[in-house]
Nanobody
Framework: QVQLVESGGGLVQAGGSLRLSCSASGTIFSQLVMEWYRQAPGKQRELVAGITRGGWPNYPNSVKGRFTIARDNDKNTLFLQMNSLKPEDTAVYYC?????????WGQGTQVTVSS
């Protein structure tokens, strides 16, 4: 059974930092493209960072320069370092692992940024 479990969310003041983790089990983590998404109340889920199997990251403009995605294939773990957080970053953050035939999601972790 495949599991993706996020951790590291919480409450932080604007300008602060958080580091999210996503631990994977039951799958060959290194073969997955990994991504972080977020969903704020009343809004659609949006991609905030992705990383290829080979470790190449990509970001939307909204978080570029503030968020950094990384993966540790030896520890089956995905990370998201979030700096200079803004109130508009408040959302539930999800990790996603996929390849051509599978698509796994975690249960999400809440990030709240106070002004």
């Amino acid at each position: 059974q495949v599991q993706l479990v996020e951790s590291g969310g919480g409450l932080v003041q604007a300008g602060g930092s958080l580091r999210l983790s996503c631990s994977a089990s039951g799958t060959i983590f290194s073969q997955l493209v990994m991504e972080w998404y977020r969903q704020a109340p009343g809004k659609q889920r949006e991609l905030v960072a992705g990383i290829t199997r080979g470790g190449w990251p990509n970001y939307p403009n909204s978080v570029k320069g503030r968020f950094t995605i990384a993966r540790d294939n030896d520890k089956n773990t995905l990370f998201l370092q979030m700096n200079s957080l803004k109130p508009e970053d408040t959302a539930v953050y999800y990790c996603r692992g996929r390849d051509g035939s599978v698509d796994y999601w975690g249960q999400g972790t809440q990030v709240t940024v106070s002004s």
